[in-house]
């Protein structure tokens, strides 16, 4: 009796052997488990992204008697909305007009993007502490200052130009036709 035991032991042990072997041997897809994804909106946007942006900017803020000084990485782009281009074919020409550029400027996610140099107050005993609402709102305040600065520094009509000179070529390549591209706003349409 106690043989019989030993040996079905053995088989459950060899058994149980088996499948792992079988599943540490086995391609790891075959132990996902798929389900079908359905998309609920898709929103097709063309863009033609001219100038790419990437710039550490000195965050000052003053909230009441509290200050803050900080410096803050941005990321952005300066691109064009293709999608809603106005063209028309007047025989064998194309005639383009460049359309509103898109600036996006968002905060870097990379580590270290954010750092607070200096917080005080004008307060003999007051805090020089300030709440992530009060940072957050200092931070969109310089982002949009930077946005300003963008044009005043000829980053959006350096943008238009290669605008145009892009679409210019990839219109022409692709059509076959003489491609004139007009720039309604070569300084943009500072907001």
Known sequence: MKKLYGIIILLILVGAGAVACWWYMSPEASRVTLHEAKIKDVTPMLRLCTVEIYDDVPVKG?????HIFARESLNGSISF???????VENGDTLNVTLPREIVEI??????????????????????SNF???????IKAKTRDDYRKEIYRKGYVERARK????NLTAMLGGVTGKTVIVTDPSPAGYME
Do not use: H
């Open 62 to 66: 003053t909230i009441g008697k509290r």
């Open 81 to 87: 909305d293709l999608e809603n281009i106005e063209m």
């Open 106 to 127: 968002y905060e870097s996610t990379a580590p270290g993007a954010y750092q607070v140099i200096d917080t005080w107050t004008d307060e003999l005993f007051g805090s």
């Open 162 to 165: 290669e605008a145009v000179a």
């Open 131 to 137: 709440t992530v609402a009060e940072e957050n709102s």
